[in-house]
């Protein structure tokens, strides 16, 4: 990783006056002159073109015979869940339960369709515009936290940012305004993924997709879905920020990133489910999909058709949550900036 050295043209002389913008510039040159950043944003765009051209090669017309297989998976399916009801209903009226209530409502096949059986099917964008939205906002917040962490983790692994406070000795106003460069970029990256996957459906739709017409309010909703995968990624590249500050390495923030997701959250989701409603993952999840994630207790043994008691975690828990976790690690990294001894 590599970090740029141009001094900011902020004066230190008593008599000079600071030209105002004039760090803010110089952080917005000092971030676009990192490598490391160069060379995340492009894997980003080989990823990109590596998913369009799966997308071409996976999505496409379908064959009479493709029709016909998946018209018969799709009644071997249906065989199987009558099946499995007629035996279930077996066992309500053994045990004198009624059949609805036991098993739960009759089957209806009227709203099954054998294009969800197919293998290779024409790309539908009523189908997968939010499905699409929701991946990109995931692989924009991965790519934030990336550069939240480099950002300030390269210049105390360079020891630049101790140099940069002999040229601006306030300390709230580099920090500041470094915090301010990163939301500037994260709200650029959230927002180009975005656009990214506007594009990719464009060109799916146009090469290997059906045509046909959208439903009623479908871009409101993509694009609600598309603005909360933005603030997603703005919230995560702060926390980045915040952990690499903390531990001033971008190694150890991510080694830190990676034990709470992989073990602290799992540890957790394992003492008590219901422990998973505040969890920074789900919240992240819940942050973007429309209407929220629900939350299942499997603590409760139920043998209903209602099945467990579960717990919606709502879009603004979501990002009530995520911005907490974002307040707390970039509120405790800059109040030790501001106090701890530099060298």
């Known amino acids: 990783m590599s970090a740029a050295t141009e001094q900011p043209t902020t004066s230190a002389g008593p008599t000079s006056t600071p030209r105002r913008?004039?760090?803010?510039?110089?952080?917005?040159?000092r971030f676009t002159a990192r490598r490391f950043i160069h060379v995340l944003l492009g894997l980003g765009v080989l990823g990109w073109l590596a998913a369009v051209?799966?997308?071409?090669?996976?999505?496409?017309?379908?064959?009479?015979?493709?029709?016909?297989?998946a018209r018969e998976r799709m009644e071997e399916v249906i065989a199987s869940e009558e099946a499995w009801r007629a035996e279930c209903a077996t066992q309500a009226e053994e045990v004198g339960q009624p059949v609805?209530?036991?098993?739960?409502?009759?089957?209806?096949?009227?709203?099954?369709?054998v294009e969800d059986y197919l293998t290779t099917a024409p790309f539908d964008l009523a189908d997968a515009g939010q499905a699409g939205a929701i991946g990109f906002a995931a692989a924009a917040a991965v790519l934030a936290f990336l550069i939240g962490a480099t950002w300030i983790g390269a210049e105390w692994s360079t020891r630049t940012i101790v140099?940069?406070?002999?040229?601006?000795?306030?300390?709230l106003r580099v920090i500041g305004t470094k915090i301010g460069v990163l939301v500037l970029a994260a709200l650029v990256?959230?927002?180009?993924?975005?656009?990214?996957?506007?594009?990719?459906?464009?060109?799916?739709?146009?090469?290997?997709?059906?045509?046909?017409?959208?439903?009623?309010?479908?871009?409101?909703?993509?694009?609600a879905a598309q603005g909360r995968g933005v603030v997603l990624a703005v919230l995560v590249a702060l926390i980045g920020f915040g952990l690499a500050n903390l531990v001033r390495n971008t190694g150890a923030a991510l080694g830190v990133g990676f034990v709470y997701f992989a073990i602290v959250e799992t540890a957790l989701r394992i003492y008590d489910?219901?422990?998973d409603r505040w969890l920074l993952s789900t919240n992240a999840v819940a942050l973007v999909v429309p209407g929220g994630v629900p939350v299942i207790d499997y603590s409760v043994v139920s043998?209903?058709?209602?099945?467990p008691p579960s717990y919606l975690v709502t879009n603004l828990q979501g990002g009530l949550v995520v911005g907490a976790f974002a307040a707390l690690v970039l509120g405790a990294g800059v109040w030790l900036f501001a106090r701890r001894d530099l060298q």
């Not at 609805?100 to 369709?113: A, I, V």
């Not at 002999?166 to 300390?171: G, Q």
């Not at 043998?303 to 099945?307: A, K, L, S, V």
């Open 21 to 29: 913008g004039s760090l803010f510039r110089a952080e917005l040159h």
């Open 303 to 307: 043998t209903g058709p209602q099945g």
């Open 100 to 113: 609805e209530q036991f098993c739960g409502p009759p089957l209806d096949t009227s709203t099954w369709r």
């Open 53 to 69: 051209v799966l997308g071409l090669l996976n999505f496409g017309e379908p064959t009479d015979a493709d029709v016909a297989a």
């Open 163 to 171: 140099a940069l406070l002999f040229w601006v000795p306030n300390r």
């Open 273 to 275: 489910p219901l422990l």
């Open 189 to 223: 990256i959230g927002l180009a993924a975005q656009a990214a996957w506007l594009a990719m459906a464009w060109i799916l739709r146009t090469l290997v997709g059906t045509g046909n017409p959208l439903p009623e309010g479908f871009w409101g909703e993509l694009l």
